[in-house]
């Protein structure tokens, strides 16, 4: 069983930095991609930065952030760091990957419930 779990998420000011976390558990060593989308209020969900397999990891201009990826004890995790945010990148972001499927079958992608930045004054 696959979770992806993201954290770090919650209040900063105008011009703050701000990294979240996403945890993947479920043994899982590879992955096909491994991104952040964000959904901002009344927004439509939208890529903010990742990596996929065999290439670097790239974030929106936007975003102004840095993906990093690691794999600790067997688990895998991203970050993202953003700096100099803007009331405008208020908004839940997500964690997701897909992963190649068992034994020949389909790839498979998880989300993660999100976690809540709120930029503001």
């Known amino acids: 069983q696959v979770e992806v779990v993201e954290s770090g998420g919650g209040l900063v000011q105008p011009g703050e930095s701000l990294t979240l976390s996403c945890a993947v558990s479920?043994?899982?060593?590879?992955?096909?991609?491994f991104a952040w989308y964000r959904q901002g209020p009344g927004k439509e969900r939208e890529w903010v930065g990742g990596?996929?397999?065999?290439?670097?990891?790239n974030t929106t201009d936007s975003a102004k952030g840095r993906v990093t990826i690691t794999n600790e004890n067997g688990k895998l995790k991203m970050s993202l760091q953003m700096f100099n945010l803007k009331v405008e990148d208020t908004a839940v972001y997500y964690c997701?990957?897909?992963?190649?499927?068992?034994?020949?079958?389909?790839?498979?992608?998880?989300w993660g419930q999100g976690t809540q930045v709120i930029v503001s004054s």
């Open positions: 997701y990957i897909v992963v190649p499927g068992g034994t020949g079958g389909p790839d498979e992608d998880y």
């Open positions: 479920g043994s899982i060593s590879k992955f096909r991609a």
């Open positions: 990596i996929r397999s065999g290439k670097s990891a």
